[in-house]
């Protein structure tokens, strides 16, 4: 069978580029200890009141500049409820979920994630600018998802 010289060539590129772009995506995926952003820890969705910390749900100054809020959702609220931090402050967000799916949002910044019952789901924020920030469920829960929200307040 006869293959023309360019169609060779064209072929050799291609196969030089498929290797080179799969090197590229399989080392960027593992290096500098990638990992996904959560989901990575589980928990008994039926023991979530008697697991640790979500026992005691609430936000714990650990620092300075540093808290963490440990969250429960379950239809149709979180909690707590009204939350307070100083500005510039990190929040390193541990959320479940005692029933369904749930939305973990919190509007006019990158922070979105699905709250799946059975897993923790942890994200960490810091809040540069004071304000109310608005935290809502944006996964369909049932007939009252639409008032499922709470609330940080960012003060100076
Ligand atoms: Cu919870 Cu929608």
Redesign the pocket.
């Known amino acids: 069978m006869h293959i023309h010289r360019l169609e060779k060539i064209w072929l050799v590129f291609g196969c030089i580029m498929l290797a080179v772009f799969l090197i590229i995506i399989g080392v960027s995926a593992f290096a500098s200890d990638n990992q996904p952003p959560s989901d990575a820890t589980l928990i008994d969705p039926t023991q979530v009141d008697q697991t640790k910390p979500f026992d005691k749900p609430g936000l714990k100054k650990i620092d300075d500049n540093k808290y963490e809020a440990v969250m429960v959702?379950?239809?149709?609220q979180f909690t707590p409820q009204d939350m307070t931090i100083k500005k510039g402050a990190t929040v390193d967000f541990l959320v479940t979920s005692k029933d369904?799916?749930?939305?973990f949002e919190i509007v006019k910044t990158n922070v979105n994630m699905m709250?799946v019952p059975g897993h923790i789901n942890s994200i960490e924020y810091t809040f540069k600018e004071a304000g109310e920030y608005l935290i809502?469920?944006?996964?369909?829960?049932?007939s009252a998802?639409?008032m499922?929200s709470t609330k940080i307040k960012v003060v100076e």
Do not use: K, R, T
């Open positions: 959702s379950q239809a149709f369904v799916v749930h939305g709250v809502v469920c944006n996964e369909y829960c049932g998802h639409h499922m």
